[in-house]
């Protein structure tokens, strides 16, 4: 038998991307040039971006929509900049690989022009990190870094690959035929490991025992595509269901279940309902302190059941935990069949539905309200309203996420929800990132103006490679959700607060057209609706700038008294 002809490095690697899916990389001039070109050839769409950190946010998005790894690219002086691009990837457990060059070890450790250790800037932000000293090495690398990127909790991956702008591994050869491999073809979730059925039939005796139970489902269900059994679950056992933002989405926010987001950005009943939970379950929710409002809700000592792919979220934060590892929809599943069909006192259901009634009822005014400048729960509703069946809404942090994620309802189906895990600035890349992976998918995305500054630039990507989102500004000139702790702590005493919170104004409409897009102003609320309309309408991307009124606040999270 003969052995396959070599191949280059940049062959390689851009053979086998293009052969296992990956339809977009972005990148930051300069660096896997010949790749490039060769991706060129194969039909996989090159996104060049203006900062390493967008193009990380780029990948993310991408990643978070096409269910695979979202590849990027940067040159070794970019390298920090990627890195810190990967914090939100990290963070929102979501599949990213990243890559840069490297110095050839005769110029390491000599003061080379630009150069820094890598390896060490990537170690929060990856699970996985390697250099890659000889094109022959790639294979093997590679595969791992999209093994380790897709399996368990997912997350990003780093190859630093030799040569500056990894021109010596692309001229290398490689002994190994790329094409369609078994690794670079998974999908989200790869595998479905299920619980023990011992550990099944141990959560089932708890659900049985408990009156009150409230399930709550976070980033690994949702990439476990758990929404039908998650409800079914709750149906069966009477019980209400929260999310994390990550799990936003996952089952219609109308449902008579549903109680909205859990924790600090929270929709103001849901931490009610879990704090009169007898028994807590997180299905693939961490148990940080944004989900559990400070560990205050659900408290420390509530007996809960945990479902997660991952080991080492088993019990990280409350100590009366009942372990399930395995796939959330697999384990869900399982945990269905042995409980039968209990008989189940709805009180508790009941209960919850009430008061996510009555708080619907009491914001309803809010929705729609017609005050000038507009206030952001009615741009919330507007968007209810816009988002097409499948729509996708991209959402930064802050105010930004609290607003998306308790007043903008989704129907549980083809509608997707993205969320920032706590980088300003993320959403507009992100957006424009999982706009690639989407096909004909809309993508509206929500940024506060102060996160829109962050990345204006991409505006310009946008237009030129045609990808098409509609990016709602909710313009109030400053830092809204800061801007009310900076008054409070200014008080009395003399001083310019605005300096430290204020800004603007700026009309990003105006902004739009400078970069050769279209720029919607909005400043009354009935213009909201047709704005946003005419936008999604377009096969280019369109800035809808919302006049919006910095002084009404996000719903704020419940909380008991004294806790």
Known sequence: MTSPDPVTGAEYLARSLAANGTTHVFFIDAILRRTLIELDGLGVQRILGHSEKAVAYM????????ERPGICFAQAVGAANLASGLQDAYLGRAPVIAFTGFKPPALQH?????????????????????????????????????????TGTPRPAYLDLIGHTADLLEAGQVAETPGPDPVLQMTM??????????????????????????????????????????????ELLAAPIGTSLGGRGLIPTRHRLSIGCVGNYAAPPANQIVHEAELVVYVGC????QVTHTYRIPSIHTPCIQIDIDPAELG??????????????????????????????????????EIVAAWREGIA??????SVPIWPDRLCAEITAALPEDGILVA?????????????????????????AGSLGWSFPAALGAKCAAGKRKVICWSGDGGAYYHLTELETARRRGIAVTLVVNNNSGFGQSWVSIQRQQGNRPGNPAEMGLFGPTNFADVARVFGLRGIRVEEPAQIGPALREAMASDETVVVDVATNIDIKAPEPWAPEGV
Request: charged share 25%; aromatic share 6%; net charge positive.
């Open 316 to 353: 990280r934060s409350y100590p009366d935990t009942l372990s399930l590892m395995g796939d959330p929809k697999a384990t869900l599943a399982a945990l269905i069949d042995t409980l039968g069909k209990p008989r189940r006192d709805t009180s508790y259901a009941d209960r919850a539905a």
């Open 286 to 289: 961490d148990t940080g302190d």
């Open 365 to 370: 005014q809010r929705l729609a309200s017609d």
């Open 110 to 150: 000599r003061n080379a022009y630009q150069e820094l250790d890598h390896l060490p800037l990537f170690q929060p932000v990856t699970k996985f990190r390697a250099r890659v000293d000889t094109a022959a090495e790639l294979p093997r690398l590679l595969r791992q870094a999209w093994r380790e990127a897709m």
């Open 59 to 66: 990948a993310d998005g991408y990643a978070r929509i096409a």
């Open 189 to 234: 979730p790869p595998h479905r490991p299920t619980a023990a059925a011992t550990e099944i039939d141990r959560a089932a005796a708890r659900l049985l025992q408990a009156r009150k139970i409230v399930l709550i489902a976070g980033e690994g269900a949702m990439a476990s595509k758990a929404g039908k059994e998650l409800l079914r679950l709750g």
């Open 396 to 420: 930064d942090t802050g105010w930004s996420g609290i607003w998306s994620s308790t007043l903008i309802d989704l129907n549980g189906a083809g509608q997707t929800y993205l969320r920032a």
